[in-house]
């Protein structure tokens, strides 16, 4: 048991359709927690009393201990998730022998998106560094006083997203992140063999 546990962990003496199982559940984990945390601050566009419902929304997920358990599951799937690309990719390039002769072509058999996950992967793990420093960190560890006339997550939202520059590049990365997930979603499914004709 314990043999096993050290392979799902390290991926050592795994297969690479184990692996590409374990990048699927992961991935898909992944999207749900995102379409969790879409919703959630979509209370923030709600209007009138927007600012009181995401406050109380920001203290329950920050003190709810069922949604601590959920945050270590996320970070877990989050590290699994990028060990497993990396390993994947090492794999799928060791295994090849000789390189392409031409690397500016891309096979048909195989689509842009498969061919720049890992980067899209990297540009989005750059992001989440910066977004969970700008509010996660922030709110629970750095505080509010730097800032004036802020003391709250939801003003400190509002605060962060008036500057163009931010809310600019936010917009760049979703597309980038919008991207990933839409190959990683149908890889995701073919992976598990759910999108396959049987």
Known sequence: MIKNALMFVTGVGMSSIARK??????GL?????????????LILLSGDGAKEAFNE?????????A????????YAGILFHIFYAIALSIKN???????YAYTNTIPKNSSLASKIMLHLGAIVLIFLGLHLYSFWYQHNFIGYES???IDNLYDLVVFRFSDLKYSAFYVVVMFFLGYHLWHGFQSGFQSLGINHPK
């Open 21 to 26: 199982w374990i990048m699927g559940i992961t």
């Open 29 to 41: 984990f992944l999207c749900f927690f995102l379409l969790g945390h879409l919703m959630g601050n």
């Open 57 to 65: 929304y920001a203290a329950f997920m920050g003190s709810n201990p």
């Open 67 to 74: 949604v601590q358990v959920l945050r270590i599951v996320t």
């Open 93 to 99: 390039k060791s295994a090849r022998k000789q390189g």
């Open 147 to 149: 800032l004036n006339n």
